[in-house]
C-alpha cells in the first residue's frame, strides 16, 4: 500500500486518514468551491487549479458516504481517481509518516485498504482504486 516515500496523514471531521504519498500531486487552498449540482453526496463543487475545473469531495463525507459538513475546509489534497484529478477537501495535514507506522488490521470502511497506528493514532489507510470504483458508481435507477 504504501511507497518507500510513505505516507500524508490528513484529518478530516474526527477521523485520520493516510494517503500515499506517491499519489498525491498537490497539497492546495482550497477556495471556497463553485457550488454545481453533482451526484456524489461528498460532492462541494468545483474549484480551479493549474488552469482547469476539479471536482471537490469532502473526504470525510466520501468514506462514510454522507453530505460534507456546514463548515469548509481550507485544504485539499489533489489526488486521482479513476485517471481524473480531484481535490479531496480534508481539514487538516496532520503528519508526513516516512516508514513509520504499523498494520493493526482491516477497514470495514469502502475505500480503505486497512487500519494503521501511527504515534499514538489509529489511522485509515486510502485505497484511491478502491475509492475511484465508488465515485464512479452510478446510483441505484441511474443508466451507466
Known amino acids: ?34 457550488v454545481v449540482p453533482g451526484r456524489l453526496p461528498a460532492f462541494r463543487g468545483v474549484t480551479r487549479w493549474r488552469g482547469r475545473h476539479l471536482s471537490v469531495l469532502h473526504l470525510g463525507a466520501l468514506m462514510e458516504g454522507a453530505t460534507p459538513p456546514r463548515e469548509r475546509g481550507d485544504t485539499a ?14 481539514d487538516a495535514v496532520v503528519d508526513v509518516v516516512e516508514g513509520g507506522g504499523a498494520s493493526v488490521g482491516a477497514s470495514p470502511a469502502a475505500g480503505a485498504a486497512g487500519v494503521w497506528q501511527v504515534g499514538g493514532a489509529l489511522v485509515t489507510m486510502l485505497d484511491l482504486a478502491a475509492l475511484a470504483e465508488r465515485v464512479a458508481e452510478p446510483e441505484q435507477g441511474e443508466v451507466g
Not at 516515500?5 to 471531521?13: D, E, I, K, N, P
Not at 485520520?16 to 499519489?23: E, I, N, S
Not at 489534497?77 to 480534508?90: D, S
Open 1 to 34: 500500500m504504501t511507497t518507500a516515500a510513505g505516507f500524508l496523514v490528513v484529518r478530516a471531521g474526527v477521523e485520520r486518514y493516510g494517503v500515499d504519498l506517491a499519489a498525491v500531486e498537490e497539497v492546495v487552498d482550497l477556495a471556497a468551491p463553485a
Open 77 to 90: 489534497l489533489v489526488v486521482r481517481l479513476g485517471g481524473q484529478p480531484v481535490a479531496l477537501e480534508v
